[in-house]
C-alpha cells in the first residue's frame, strides 16, 4: 500500500470518502491550504446526497479549515 504523504505537517488525508463516512455532528480538520478543494467536494457530496439531506459548513479558522456534518 502507497503511503501518503506529509503535506503541511500532517498525513494527507482523503477528502471525499472521509466526508461520506461522517455522522451528523462530526468535525474534520484540514490545513487551509486544501480550502477549494474541501469547500468543492462538501458541496458536490452534499448535491449527491439531497435525498438524504445531508448538510455541510465549511469554515476556515485561522491556518485550518473545520467541516461540520449539520444534517
Known amino acids: 500500500m502507497k503511503e501518503k504523504k506529509y503535506i503541511y505537517g500532517e498525513k494527507k488525508k482523503p ?3 472521509t466526508l461520506k463516512k461522517m ?3 462530526d468535525v474534520e480538520r ?7 478543494s474541501v469547500r468543492v467536494t462538501a ?8 435525498r438524504e439531506k445531508v448538510v ?4 476556515p479558522r485561522g491556518l485550518h479549515v473545520d467541516v461540520t456534518r449539520i444534517r
Open 30 to 36: 484540514y490545513p487551509i491550504e486544501r480550502m477549494g
Open 15 to 17: 477528502i471525499s470518502s
Open 56 to 59: 455541510f459548513s465549511v469554515i
Open 23 to 25: 455522522k451528523v455532528g
Open 43 to 50: 458541496y458536490q457530496i452534499a448535491t449527491q446526497m439531497r
